[in-house]
């Protein structure tokens, strides 16, 4: 019965005070506030409400309503909660996010409540209101602005080339195909490096993302290394499918329709998750084609040594060691009186010496050689002592002593070592090149002046005869790796291997337009663009590939120059991590033994618009350029490698092309949440785009337990203002990362358990279990879906999410309005 006394208006003006001045009545931001704290205070109402009735034992009223609203839905909101703070869950955003979802239900009956307590009281005062997470005005009205498109990264409206707009036409049939509304933005999805690991967490989002019909409505698809194992999949299931086939990136289509299980198709790519495992025999090939590799690249290296071993033994015929020796002193005190001189005579003319440097350098090369060579006549006498006045047994303790060693020595410096690495691998080499020669010098002077001249003009012959016949491409591991890659990876709509399509025969209609990333090493190059990069970013698409260092050519141009060019080849230089070159990680103490022992999965590739004399393959030229490590961007090949060797997100190519809406997927091996991919595209895109990426990555950061709070952050991206541009750009990057929160399922959990390495196993594990792959691919899936969650977008989540209002919705959740 509705009678309130005066017991229960005291009681009820005691409560509301408590409800308008406490967080259970009042929002709480996304990235503000404690979620520990906000379900405490809604618990001390229990205690506060307790009171009260104690105080004012004729409230009757007051005690009928408030215990009713408190026990039937504040209870087991509490309840619930309590138990899940106390195991660490509300320590994860994305746990949180449900939390909040759930407060927001108890905070309106809270509200109800607190509208009739002002009745009961009845007085006018204060009203406790909950707001409704609405859409900010200000950030839909920023997220509205217009980004324009730039196809290739040409200005839309400007005077743009026939290769633009040949893209922009792709992108256009896509959109036609799955009726997307015309609109002059783009959006793109990047998926990253780092192996089959990769791979394997960039198809569990692309999963989520198909459950929401959003892959239709992405124009791109930019794609490093791993990540292009992915992309290449789609690429070559749906750009080259018959129009009757039913294949889409629809959710209702395959390969992304699910009945009991997962597709036939996408199971087929589970099979390919341990693509470099094999038979006997496909080891043996693999072992036979590496060894023929160091066989030939060491038949160049010793000809060399020949060369010079023969010289010596002639030189040293000649003069004796006397006259060496005197000859070294003598030159030492020149090189001496060289480095007094100079400034005596720069301080007496007043000014620098024109050309001082260059012919200081000269000068001082030629007194160093004496030296050089009475220290080479030293190890010659080191190995005679070691070697020749030993017997046979001896010898050959020695030799292999020293030759297991030196490789011991070197596997330790590139798995181990850093910071002594090139100091280590610098002199491994210079000792071994000495004691190759003096062995040889040794030789020579065993078998007599006839017979070491016939031998130095065979191997002369022989590396001549190489130089003019061999492809150096053929003796590299590239070829066994793009095999692997391609029957794992690339199939048709029956499961079966496929045969790779050319990039240019992809069919934009169903396929997102891709973009191969690669990286094109120059660490010979004198362009100041590439000071301190030794490279820069090259692309493959259906209708273009390049690099702003030799520009873009049409990507029949380089079909045609390079026959075997295919989508199979793009994937596999895209992923060839292990390199004699290796873009912004160069570094020539590694080129040398890289090449000597036949670690090169990248490859020489004809540029088209290369000018003069055109050579018909790579030779040992381009050889010693990758064991010297001076290749350019100037001779008729250019040498090509795993993407993340420049830039390992994907998204770069992207930029240029100002998507509006970026979704990136970072698999990359970050165990300690460094986000070097991330800083390092910063880096790029501000100093060749002028591009800012404004990223906050503390929620991200690894926390006491080693866990992160968030799966993922929500960044602006700022376009610099162009000619035509009235107002600056402004784009927009939902950036997932390979992390746990501590909330994942307990499959997951478990497996973490079993492998503490993960997330973050090593991208040199390329042989992943069924477990393994499961692993990821469920994190994948799990981080995809938490991105849908209605706490965070104000949207239902559906198969029909809309790509504008569920990245405004994200924009509302994790920024703050533009001052």
Known sequence: MWNPCDADKVAAHTFHVELISRVATQPLGYSSGVEQRALASIFELFGRARAITQQEPNCQTFETIVWHVLNTYVRPFTAKWHERSESGELNALDSSDIFRAELQIIQRCLVALDDVLNSIRDREGLSASIADRSINQAIKIEMERPVGWRPLGEIANGNRSNLSKAEEQKVCERRKFYKIAERDWAAGLALSGGG?????????????????????????????????????????????????????????????????????????????????????????????????????????????????????????????????????????????????????????????????????????????????????????????????????????????????????????????????????????????????????????????????????????????????????????????????????????????????????????????????????????????????????????????????????????????????????????????????????????????????????????????????????????????????????????????????????????????????????VDGEHDEKMTFHGLTNLQRLAYIDFGITIEANLEDLRLGNEGLSRSHFRFCRIKYPLGQLDRQEEIGYLAYLKLSLTGNEGEFIRRYKLDEPAFPHHSTANQFFTEVQFEAYRALGEHIGDKMFLSAITCLSDGPAVDIQDWFIGLGNAFLDPLH
């Open 196 to 664: 089959i690991r990769s791979a394997t967490f960039a198809m569990g989002i692309i999963v989520a993302l198909s459950k929401r019909g959003l892959l239709p409505q992405f124009d791109y698809l930019s794609t490093v290394s791993g990540g292009g194992y992915a992309g290449s999949f789609l690429t070559q299931l749906l750009g080259a499918a018959a129009p009757e086939i039913n294949l889409s990136l629809r959710e209702t289509d395959l390969p992304f329709k699910r009945r009991e299980g997962e597709s036939e198709l996408l199971r087929r790519i589970r099979q390919g998750a341990s693509y470099l495992s094999g038979s006997v025999w496909e080891r043996f090939t693999l072992a036979m084609a590496q060894a023929q590799g160091i066989f030939l690249t060491l038949i160049i290296v010793l000809s060399l040594i020949s060369v010079v071993a023969f010289g010596d033994y002639l030189l040293r015929s000649e003069i004796s060691d006397g006259t060496w020796n005197e000859i070294a002193l003598y030159s030492s005190i020149g090189l001496i009186g060289l480095f007094l001189a100079v400034p005596l005579l720069r301080g007496w003319s007043g000014q620098s010496l024109a050309g001082e440097t260059s012919w200081m350098a000269l000068l001082g090369a030629l007194f160093l050689v004496p030296p050089v060579w009475v220290g080479l006549g030293g190890i010659h006498r080191l190995i005679d002592l070691l070697l020749f006045e030993r017997s046979g047994v001896e010898q050959l303790i020695i030799i292999w002593t020293v030759v297991g060693s030196t490789f011991i020595i070197i596997g330790v410096a590139f798995a181990r070592i850093s910071l002594s690495r090139p100091i280590i691998l610098s002199a491994t080499s210079m000792v071994a090149l000495a004691v190759a020669e003096a062995s040889a010098y040794r030789a020579f002077q065993i078998v007599g002046f006839g017979s070491a001249a016939l031998f130095t003009a065979g191997a002369l012959l022989i590396s001549t005869a190489l130089w003019f016949v061999l492809d150096i491409n053929t003796t590299s591991l590239h070829n066994f790796y793009r095999t692997k890659l391609a029957r794992s990876f690339l199939i048709d709509g029956q499961c079966q291997p496929a045969r790779p399509i050319k990039l240019s025969g992809v069919d934009s209609s169903r396929s997102l337009f891709p973009i191969l990333n690669c990286a094109l090493n120059v660490p010979g190059s004198f362009d100041p663009r590439m000071r301190g990069r030794h490279a820069d970013v090259m692309s493959f698409t259906p209708v273009a590939a390049g690099a702003s260092l030799i520009d873009y050519s049409p990507i029949m141009d380089w079909e045609n120059a390079n026959p075997s060019l295919d989508l199979a080849t793009a994937m596999a230089l895209s992923g060839a991590a292990v390199s004699p070159q290796m873009g912004l990680q160069t570094k020539r103490y590694n080129s040398f033994w890289l090449t000597v022992l036949n670690l090169r999965l990248g490859a020489w590739l004809r540029n088209p618009k290369a000018t003069g004399q055109k050579a018909p393959r790579p030779t040992i030229k381009n050889l010693l350029q990758e064991m010297l490590a001076t290749a350019d961007e100037k001779g008729t090949y250019i040498q090509i490698s795993d993407g993340g060797h420049i830039e390992n997100l994907g998204i770069y190519e992207l930029l240029r092309r100002r998507c509006r809406f970026i979704v990136a």
